[in-house]
């Protein structure tokens, strides 16, 4: 067979800046006091790989890696020992149940009926999340009592807070319902803060934290804000350059119509690569300390800039997109979560 040629280098680039995310880890460390803070990575690290962040992570101090889905374990696992792996998602069948015991990674209980799949494969380390008033995953509080989960092994004793980026009452309900969860299931450990839940304070930390928006730059609490850097970067090249006349529209449905003659470049970068059409009439890339404002739609593969304020760039020149999470939510009406997990996969390749 003949081997393919390596593709030429790409017109786009995602740049991870490591020492921001190891910042970050250490950061959400220590605001969680005399808790260990953990680490979830799933969605690939939130979009920005997790070849690239969890041996960052790991280094940095982490020891418990979180990811939702069973097929996101061997990933992590090429960098961190199985048992320090948590599925949030638990076992939904037996297969589950086979993979968690020969991969070592540990199931996270979320029904009296994984309760049941677990034990019948065997049962051994796992960890329980309780609902205490998200109404997603979790053991209802009324179960708590039920047989099935006292013939648990329960390492840690979760539950996930619904509202810690605000200050809403929701989130003392949410403690003292899990203080009493606590009081009924035998465990090692006890977790309950995300990331906004670290910035409420020590009575939300408990044992373990399990901060993800916060590791890969965003800032869900202003109590954060000055404790988290950014970590992702946006990098496009330009393909081409053109002069436009007065008139003259740009893009789908032409949305943007040239008020006097200019200079424009068209960027490889669309909503494809995550650069969603939300962006449109807000966003500004820069060169340098060019800003050059977006024209009109955002198409699958490309935009177009204003190249006033740098004149002479040609094909092949690089621009930055600027991708501060809290101003980029504010500007586009995304979350940051969404800024961040919708990153195409072009800008890995």
């Known amino acids: 067979m003949t081997s393919q040629p390596e593709p030429p280098p790409s017109t786009l680039r995602l740049q991870v800046d490591t020492e921001a995310l190891a910042h970050n880890w250490r950061a959400l460390d220590r605001l969680s006091g005399s808790a260990s803070a953990g680490a979830a990575v799933k969605a690939d690290a939130y979009g920005l790989g997790v070849d690239v962040c969890v041996p960052v992570l790991r280094d940095a101090g982490c020891e418990q890696f979180f990811v939702a889905h069973w097929s996101e374990v061997p990933a992590v696992a090429r960098h961190v020992p199985g048992n320090r792996i948590a599925v949030l998602h638990g076992p939904l069948s037996d297969a589950d149940t086979a993979y968690a015991r020969a991969s070592g990674a540990v199931p996270v209980i979320n029904s009296l009926a994984q309760a049941e799949i677990w034990r019948a494969g065997g049962g051994g380390r796992c960890h329980l999340m309780v609902d205490t008033g998200i109404n997603r995953l979790g053991i209802a509080p009324s179960e708590l009592s039920d047989a099935r989960i006292h013939a648990l092994d329960v390492d840690v004793l979760l539950s996930h807070l619904a509202c810690a980026d605000e200050d809403s009452t929701m989130n ?26 670290i910035a409420l304070g020590s009575d939300y930390a408990f044992d373990l934290t399990r901060p993800g928006l916060s590791l ?98 040609q094909a092949g020149d690089w621009l930055n997109v600027p991708y501060d999470l809290p101003v980029a939510a504010q500007q586009t009406a995304l979350s940051q979560y969404e800024l961040l997990t919708v990153l195409g996969q072009r800008l890995r390749l």
């Open 216 to 313: 890969y730059g965003g800032v869900p609490r202003l109590e954060l804000a000055d404790q988290i850097r950014p970590v992702a970067a946006i990098e496009a090249a330009i393909i081409q350059r053109r002069e436009i006349q007065a008139g003259d529209a740009v893009g789908y449905n032409a949305t943007f119509v040239a008020p006097v003659p200019m200079q424009v470049a068209t960027v490889s970068l669309g909503y494809a690569d995550g650069f969603l059409r939300s962006w449109a009439g807000k966003a500004v890339l820069r060169h340098g300390d060019a800003a050059l404002p977006v024209l009109g739609r955002i198409s699958m593969d490309m935009i177009v800039v204003d190249l006033a304020n740098a004149p002479d760039l």
């Open 172 to 197: 003392p309900r949410q403690l003292a319902a899990f203080r009493a969860a606590a009081d009924v299931v035998n465990h090692r450990s006890l977790s309950l803060a995300n990331s906004a839940g």
